[in-house]
């Protein structure tokens, strides 16, 4: 299995979310995540790759044309300040919907914060332009200080939960195979 991981947003043309007083983007905790997700499928010996572009359409084309067998995008959620919770989005196929899960379930796990369910989104590009399943999930909310703070203290745990969750996937593929 070949894994395309997708740190939202951009380091320099494009911070995403951000928390002001935390100093935090959304743009530098993904790619940061993302790293750690990549280190932890190495050891478990699954090939990926990890791509951060403010460019949508070259990161899909990048993932197309390494023909990935999973793409996750790797974000973090904002909204009013009080907003809590994870949540992942996934394109209609079932394939997305079964990474999806097992992302989404892992990720709950390890932070301990209100389950935000999966959505099935057509509006997403990077998650319905992929020719591969596709996941984008929302770790948590960064404008939230208690779910950031709560994400910080746990950033190795949320790692191994999204690792988790991929392998969980491919096992499922692999037990529909046999």
Not at 17 to 42: F, G, I, M, P, Y
Not at 103 to 108: A, K, R
């Amino acid at each position: 299995m070949f894994v395309y991981l997708n740190p939202g947003h951009d380091m320099f043309r494009d911070p995403g979310a951000v928390n002001d007083h935390l100093a935090l983007t959304e743009a530098q905790l993904a790619r940061d995540l993302a790293w750690l997700v990549s280190k932890r499928l190495d050891q478990h010996r699954i090939r990926n790759i990890v791509e951060q572009n403010d460019d949508l359409f070259g990161v899909i084309c990048n993932a197309n044309r390494w023909q990935a067998d999973l793409f996750v995008s790797i974000h973090f959620n904002a909204f009013n300040g009080h907003a809590t919770g994870t949540e992942a989005f996934v394109s209609y196929t079932p394939h997305s919907v079964m990474a999806g899960h097992a992302i989404q379930q892992n990720v709950c796990a390890a932070l301990e914060l209100p389950d935000r369910g999966i959505k099935e989104n057509m509006n997403l590009l990077v998650i319905n332009s992929t020719s591969m399943p596709a996941v984008l999930v929302e770790v948590c909310f960064i404008d939230n200080d208690d779910d950031i703070r709560r994400y910080e203290e746990r950033k190795g745990r949320t790692a191994d939960a999204i690792a988790t969750g991929i392998i969980q996937y491919m096992g499922q593929l692999e037990g529909k195979a046999a």
